[in-house]
């Protein structure tokens, strides 16, 4: 059942490897463009059953937890809305690429993860399955080479928080209909 996990986890970070571009999120303004009625409420993230990736440095779910929540309430803390809402994540897999790899392989940093955005006043979730959402860490001077060679483990996992939020964004912007 593990092999099975880390295989799909594998092969779910090789698509999002070719599907996904590695541009570097544009900041959040002071005051972001409204999404409906949308104002953060809770973030909460659980990283507990997050499975490693073959190769990829070992990561504390407590510090998953902690660099998504902080990522997340920087972007979102902003939306000054008339509806609260509440944003859950869970980890599910993650690559942390590790030091000591050959230039030639430079392999990225990923997370795979799984998003579901509760409305306060309904008391109900407005997704019915969580979003997967795949993060690549970003291509920057520091992750050209390897990241793994390059920068730290909390430092993978600070880039690719910061990614994810701004998924997460472009996501609900484009259901703005739910708030």
């Known amino acids: 059942m593990i092999r099975r996990t880390a295989l799909k986890t594998c092969f779910l970070v090789t698509v999002a490897m070719l599907a996904t571009g590695c541009v570097r999120p544009a900041p959040q303004k002071d005051v972001p463009d409204p999404i409906g009625a949308f104002r953060l409420g809770h973030v909460v993230v659980?990283?507990?059953q997050a499975q490693a990736g073959p190769l990829?440095?070992?990561a504390d779910p407590d510090d998953w937890e902690a660099v998504l929540s902080a990522a997340l309430k920087d972007r979102f803390q902003n939306y000054q809305g008339a509806g609260l809402y509440h944003i859950a994540?869970?980890?599910?897999?993650?690559?942390?690429a590790p030091p000591?790899?050959?230039v030639v392989a430079a392999p990225k940093s990923v997370a795979v993860?799984?998003?579901?955005?509760?409305?306060?006043a309904a008391g109900r979730k407005l997704n019915e399955k969580p979003k997967t959402i795949t993060v690549i860490e970003s291509?920057?001077?520091?992750?050209?080479?390897?990241?793994?060679?390059?920068?730290?483990?909390?430092?993978?996992?600070?880039?690719?928080?910061?990614r994810?939020?701004?998924?997460?964004?472009?996501?609900?912007?484009?259901?703005k209909d739910w708030f």
């Open 46 to 48: 659980v990283a507990d």
């Open 56 to 58: 990829s440095r070992k």
């Open 89 to 96: 994540v869970k980890v599910d897999g993650y690559i942390l």
């Open 100 to 102: 000591g790899v050959p």
């Open 113 to 120: 993860l799984g998003v579901s955005i509760w409305d306060d």
């Open 139 to 162: 291509l920057s001077g520091k992750s050209l080479v390897s990241s793994g060679l390059t920068m730290t483990s909390e430092e993978q996992m600070q880039d690719i928080a910061i």
């Open 164 to 175: 994810a939020a701004a998924q997460i964004q472009v996501w609900l912007e484009g259901n």
